[in-house]
């Protein structure tokens, strides 16, 4: 039980999210580009289309697709509050 809070915890960081997704890319990247960078464009896409038909937007990803949406929207970094 410990050893999955403590890993639960562990992935609420964006940091660690970071290094997970990166091996997942390096290791597998057909699977990364399947489940998380079609994701993340996709996403992206969605947020674009809707930025210019209203004024105030909230979107709710998982802290894995954050910086992929970012890379897409070419932004240094999205305001957000990361909960879990």
Do not use: F
Request: glycine share 10%; charged share 30%.
């Amino acid at each position: 039980a410990d050893q999955l809070r403590d890993m639960v915890e562990m992935i609420k960081q964006r940091d660690q999210v970071r290094m997970l997704m990166q091996g997942v890319k390096d290791d597998l990247p057909l699977v990364y580009d399947a489940m998380i960078g079609e994701r993340d464009a996709y996403m992206a896409n969605g947020i674009k289309r809707g930025a210019g038909k209203w004024k105030t937007m909230v979107g709710v990803v998982g802290m894995a697709h954050m910086d992929g949406i970012e890379r897409n929207l070419d932004w240094k970094s999205v305001p957000c509050d990361a909960r879990i």
